[in-house]
């Protein structure tokens, strides 16, 4: 929730157009592997409550509970130091 500025309520609310680039191809691809495989993981754009773009890493699995029900399981991480310290490694 910090990591988008949200309230746990208020990310529940969220529509992914809410919190990620919805039209960039990553995350289109992202989306297509994980109906097709019922896994997946990308780097996209993350976008906060303030509306900064931030660069992340998602994945997420799609399970079923003993109950038959259709869930999914998502991490996402911040990737903006890792990619500011490939930048200070390159030189």
């Given amino acids: 929730m910090t990591l988008f500025e949200y309230s746990q309520w208020e990310m529940a609310q969220n529509n992914y157009s809410d919190l990620f680039d919805i039209y960039e191809k990553s ?3 992202f989306l297509d592997q994980r ?3 019922g896994i997946a993981k990308a780097e996209i754009t ?3 409550r303030s509306g900064e773009t931030f660069p992340c890493r998602i994945s997420s699995v799609i399970y079923y ?3 038959g029900l259709k869930r999914s399981m998502n991490t996402i991480v911040n990737i903006s130091k890792n990619i ?3 930048w200070n490694i390159a030189g």
Wanted: avoid cysteine; hydrophobic fraction near 35%.
């Fill in 27 to 29: 995350f289109i691809d």
């Fill in 84 to 86: 500011e310290a490939r």
């Fill in 35 to 37: 109906k097709k495989e």
């Fill in 46 to 48: 993350g976008i906060k």
């Fill in 65 to 67: 509970t003993d109950a």
